[in-house]
């Protein structure tokens, strides 16, 4: 491979954004296909990648009432080794994190623009989340929960790394604006054993770092409040993913550290779709977007 092909496979990684309401569940209409090597640590050859992927939004009905189970934690022991050992490095712009610092404008977008609607909150206000509560589950270093927060929201930042939340608190607290954050080293089943809801419920790029995914999406349905959102990202399991995620990043450009993603956790748009499904989440929009580095 030469670098020139490099650009093209940065062009390709693909990235899942959805966006759900809890309210109103109406019976499902999209077709899925059984969850498969879900959750293993299997590095067999990738499968050929879904053909929607490049549908912007679709719009899908879910239904049900599913809590998680008491007894579940999402803690992966290796998945928090991995990010407790570069938790110093979430605000240099050309480290291990620069991925999530390039996507964060665009993902950043879709919830702004999503949310206005769905919370019918003026779009050209500086501020349009003024008085909602939200949560940012894996909040790391704070990249996400600070501009929730510049644009008015009650942010509550959690992750399971106790250096990534104090690290987040030192750098919130040289903002006004956003030294206001709750940060907190726990996790989203906690929270749901308290008993506490939020407005929106954020967790991007996480759910290919928990131990099980499907309980992980229930605590984060629980967290929600009836008439609320929750916004679920990560990296669709597609050939492309593998070559820009896994080659690309962790071994050619050595942008972030070897193993730091296994192909098998990622999963595809009809995976996390079945899996919000079943936790009871109506999914309203599925956003399709690639992260073009070169
Ligand atoms: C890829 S980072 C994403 C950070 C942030 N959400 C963003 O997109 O900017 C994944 C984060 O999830 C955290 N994490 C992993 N497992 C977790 C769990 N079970 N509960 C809470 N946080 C977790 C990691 O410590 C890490 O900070
Ligand atoms: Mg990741």
Redesign the pocket.
């Known amino acids: 491979m030469t670098s020139r092909s490099l650009p093209h496979l940065f062009r390709a990684r693909s990235h899942l954004l959805l966006r759900s309401q809890i309210r109103n569940p109406k019976p499902s209409s999209l077709p899925l296909k059984p969850l498969q090597r879900f959750c293993s640590s299997d590095a067999s050859p990738p499968p050929p990648p879904p053909p929607t992927t490049q549908t912007p939004k679709v719009k899908i009905a879910g239904g049900g009432g599913v809590n998680p189970s008491p007894l579940y934690?999402?803690?992966?022991a290796d998945?928090?080794a991995k990010?407790?050992s570069i938790a110093e490095t979430w605000w240099d712009f050309e480290g291990p994190?620069k991925p999530?610092h390039l996507i964060?404008p665009p993902?950043l977008s879709f919830i702004r623009s999503t949310f206005c609607r769905h919370f019918r909150r003026d779009p050209y206000c500086a501020r349009p989340f003024e008085g909602l509560k939200f949560i940012?589950?894996?909040?790391?270093?704070g990249?996400?929960s600070e501009p929730l927060a510049r644009m008015g929201a009650m942010v509550t930042g959690?992750?399971?790394?106790e250096k990534?939340i104090k690290i987040a608190r030192v750098h919130a607290g040289f903002d006004p604006l956003t030294s206001s954050i709750d940060y907190s080293c726990?996790?989203?089943e906690q929270l749901v054993r308290e008993n506490k809801m939020f407005d929106a419920v954020?967790?991007?790029?996480?759910i290919e770092?928990?131990?099980d995914p499907s309980e992980?999406c229930k605590s984060l349905a629980a967290l929600t409040a009836p008439n609320g959102a929750t916004v679920i990202?990560t990296i669709n399991r597609s050939v492309r993913s593998y070559a820009a995620a896994i080659v690309a990043a962790e071994y050619l450009l050595k942008w972030i550290p070897r193993g730091t993603h296994e192909w098998s956790k990622f999963l595809s748009p009809e995976e996390l779709v079945m899996i919000m499904r079943r936790s009871s989440i109506s999914v309203s929009f599925l956003h399709f977007s690639c992260l073009n580095i070169c």
């Open positions: 934690s999402s803690l992966d998945e928090v990010f407790a994190f999530l964060n993902r940012d589950v894996g909040c790391g270093g990249i996400l959690i992750d399971a790394v990534n726990t996790t989203a954020l967790a991007l790029e996480v770092h928990v131990a992980f990202s």
